[in-house]
Each structure stands twice: as C-alpha cells, then as structure tokens.
C-alpha cells in the first residue's frame, strides 16, 4: 500500500485530468478536491475516483471541455447547468457564486444540474463557512435512483443523496456536517471492495431482502440495495432522501429519482446565508464558543476518549495526513496507474514524495 504525500497527488491530478482534456484551472479544482478528500479520511470520495473518472470520460458521460453556464438568474437565485462536465467544476461555480450573492443580499440560494459527480458534498459548505458564512448543499442523483431501498423496501429507488452544512468558528475550523441520507455512501462499499473488506452488518441488503455483509450482493446483478439512514428508525433518513430529492431535483430541472440510468448526474441546491444580515457577528461567535464548550463538557461514555463536535474527525486526519502522507490501498493505486497509462502517462515518472 503506497503513501503518498498531498502536494504530489495534486501534481499527479494535475497532470491526470489534463491528459483527460480539462484546461489547467479545471484539472486543478478536480485534483485539488480528491486529495482534500483523501486528506480529510474520507478515501470513498478521494484518489479512488481517479480512474471512475476516466472510465466516465471514455464513456462520453462526462465531457471534459464543457463549461458550467448560468441559465437562469435572479438577485437571490440562479441555475446552472454544468452541462455534464466535471461536476467539482460546476459545483465549485454554484457555490462562488452563492457566496457573491449572500455578501451582497444577505442569503442565497443557487442550484446546480447535469454535474456528473460533484464529489465530496461537504466540500462546499466549507467554502461557504471559511468565507464567514453559514452554508448548506443538498444533493440527489437526477433521475438515477437505483440503490437505497426506501424505508420498508426491498428495492433501490432512490440515491444515497447526500447533504452538507458548515458553519464558522471565530478561530477554530468550522463546524461540518457532510452525511448520506443512506446508511453508507456507495463509494465506501467501493473501498471495501477495493480492500477485499467484508462490509459492517447493517449497511446493505442483498437481492431477496436479506441483510448482507457481502459487497458483491450489492453490486452484481440482480443488485441488492442500501440501507436508509437510520436503522430501526430508518424512516427519518427516508424522510431525508426525499426531500433531498424534491429540493435538488426539482428546483434545479435535473429531476427526480425514476430509475433512469442512461444519464446519471448529481443535482445540488446551495444554499449560504450571512450571518451578519441576522445578528451580530460578535454574538454569534460567543453562543457558537458557549455552544461547544457545553457539548464537550458531557461525562464521556465507556470508552470514549473525547467529545468532537462535527468535522473535527476530518481536520485531525488532515493534520495528520499532511505530515505522513496518505495510504493508498494496492486495488486503487493499481488502478489509477492503468488509466493514467490509457490515456498516454507514465505512472514510473511519477514522484511520489
């Protein structure tokens, strides 16, 4: 298992999406948001898209070259169409432009179709909190809809359809909030296939109905399904999904969940707020502080070291992965290292330190 520093998976990105056809500025975002991932521990969202990319590009399901474009557009609102190309790019456009919009009127809300795959949801809030603003994302998969059972189902029928939220500390790295509204993220039954790794009980079904720790009944025909968020309580991450459906889906013309693989793409609504349109920033700050102070000062449970408050998990990691580096397993890299070849690099020039 390769490890592999931060600054020299951004140049293997770099150099990766622009052998795909991304302009420089595009190949960086989508390289820098991979290994941001991957920083942050969350690996189903990291290096391990790399060659998924590149099979979509070869595919002609993400178009390298095209550009997001607003379509649509008020003081408050807009749309964009990302026009199937990388989905980062577009996202990453949508939320710019929410920010420009809330500084300006005090909230805003812009939505995002035809975005391929946007990444890792969490991304965008963040950009949202480290401009001093509250932020949120709610995504669903357009029209796909094929693997999370809806609660007292057998059969997919919705996305795993994410959402984010960030908000800003005075000092502190913001609060994140980056969770599926099913039970597991898809791409970390990929890691687990990857990794040869059995999956937790509780994740997934198989084909009749039967609870599953086998990732092959989840991929292979007739497929199984993912759970709901929620376990036993799994209506509320059903209740979730759905609204992350109408939300995303339908208020940005990319549709709704209906089984329709042919096209597959992720619809976002970003929403950020200005925190200072509302109360006063100083205010804010102290009950955010007051806030967390109260929460960590709870008796921890039988083997609980810590209480973390939301997104603290991922900076340690990042903390920690900026110093040593970030594990790549063998599946992954050997992978990546076959569809760099395919599209004419060499993966043995690559320096990895």
């Given at each position: 298992?390769?490890?592999?520093?931060?600054?020299?998976?951004?140049?293997?990105?770099?150099?990766?999406?622009?052998?795909?056809?991304?302009?420089?500025?595009?190949a960086?975002?989508?390289?820098?948001?991979?290994?941001?991932?991957?920083?942050?521990?969350?690996?189903?969202?990291?290096?391990?898209?790399?060659?998924?990319?590149?099979?979509?590009?070869?595919?002609?399901?993400?178009?390298?070259?095209?550009?997001?474009?607003?379509?649509?557009?008020?003081?408050?609102?807009?749309?964009?169409?990302?026009?199937?190309g990388?989905?980062?790019?577009?996202?990453?456009?949508?939320?710019?432009?929410a920010?420009?919009?809330?500084?300006?009127?005090?909230?805003?809300?812009v939505?995002?179709?035809?975005?391929?795959h946007?990444?890792?949801?969490?991304?965008?809030?963040?950009?949202?909190?480290?401009?001093?603003?509250?932020?949120?994302?709610?995504?669903?998969?357009?029209?796909?809809?094929?693997?999370?059972?809806?609660?007292?189902?057998?059969?997919?029928?919705?996305?795993?359809?994410?959402?984010?939220?960030?908000?800003?500390?005075?000092?502190?790295?913001?609060?994140?909030?980056?969770?599926?509204?099913?039970?597991?993220?898809?791409?970390?039954?990929?890691?687990?296939?990857?990794?040869?790794?059995?999956?937790?009980?509780?994740?997934?079904?198989?084909?009749?109905?039967?609870?599953?720790?086998?990732?092959?009944?989840?991929?292979?025909?007739?497929?199984?399904?993912?759970?709901?968020?929620?376990?036993?309580?799994?209506?509320?991450?059903?209740?979730?999904?759905?609204?992350?459906?109408?939300?995303?889906?339908?208020?940005?013309?990319?549709?709704?969940?209906?089984?329709?693989?042919?096209?597959?793409?992720?619809?976002?609504?970003?929403?950020?707020?200005?925190?200072?349109?509302?109360?006063?920033?100083?205010?804010?700050?102290?009950?955010?502080?007051?806030?967390?102070?109260?929460?960590?000062?709870?008796?921890?449970?039988p083997?609980?070291a810590?209480?973390?408050?939301?997104?603290?998990?991922?900076?340690?990691?990042?903390?920690?992965?900026?110093?040593?580096?970030?594990?790549?397993?063998?599946?992954?890299?050997?992978?990546?290292?076959?569809?760099?070849?395919?599209?004419?690099?060499?993966?043995?020039?690559?320096?990895?330190?």
């Amino acid at each position: 298992m390769p490890t592999i520093t931060a600054d020299a998976l951004r140049c293997i990105g770099q150099d990766f999406f622009t052998a795909l056809g991304c302009c420089p500025d595009d190949a960086q975002i989508v390289a820098d948001h991979l290994v941001q991932s991957s920083l942050y521990g969350h690996d189903s969202h990291g290096i391990l898209r790399m060659y998924e990319y590149a099979h979509a590009v070869s595919e002609e399901r993400v178009h390298p070259q095209h550009a997001p474009e607003i379509v649509r557009e008020s003081p408050c609102t807009a749309v964009i169409d990302a026009n199937n190309g990388f989905g980062q790019v577009g996202a990453a456009l949508a939320t710019n432009l929410a920010i420009q919009k809330a500084q300006q009127h005090g909230m805003a809300s812009v939505s995002l179709r035809r975005a391929s795959h946007i990444g890792r949801a969490g991304a965008y809030p963040i950009m949202m909190a480290q401009a001093g603003l509250i932020g949120t994302a709610f995504v669903n998969y357009g029209r796909l809809g094929i693997q999370v059972a809806p609660f007292g189902g057998l059969d997919g029928r919705l996305a795993t359809n994410p959402l984010a939220f960030a908000a800003p500390r005075r000092a502190d790295p913001p609060i994140m909030v980056d969770m599926t509204t099913s039970t597991v993220a898809d791409g970390k039954i990929r890691l687990a296939t990857n990794l040869g790794k059995s999956l937790p009980e509780g994740w997934i079904i198989d084909a009749a109905g039967n609870p599953s720790t086998d990732p092959q009944d989840y991929w292979a025909e007739p497929r199984g399904a993912i759970l709901p968020l929620g376990g036993p309580l799994g209506h509320k991450g059903y209740a979730l999904a759905m609204m992350m459906e109408l939300c995303a889906g339908g208020l940005s013309g990319q549709g709704m969940a209906a089984g329709d693989s042919r096209a597959p793409a992720n619809a976002v609504l970003f929403t950020a707020y200005n925190i200072g349109h509302f109360t006063d920033m100083d205010s804010y700050y102290d009950e955010v502080e007051a806030l967390v102070r109260h929460v960590k000062s709870s008796r921890t449970a039988p083997g609980v070291a810590e209480i973390l408050v939301p997104g603290e998990p991922e900076f340690r990691t990042e903390r920690e992965r900026e110093r040593t580096g970030i594990p790549i397993d063998d599946t992954t890299w050997e992978r990546v290292c076959a569809s760099a070849r395919d599209i004419g690099l060499d993966p043995t020039a690559w320096e990895l330190a």
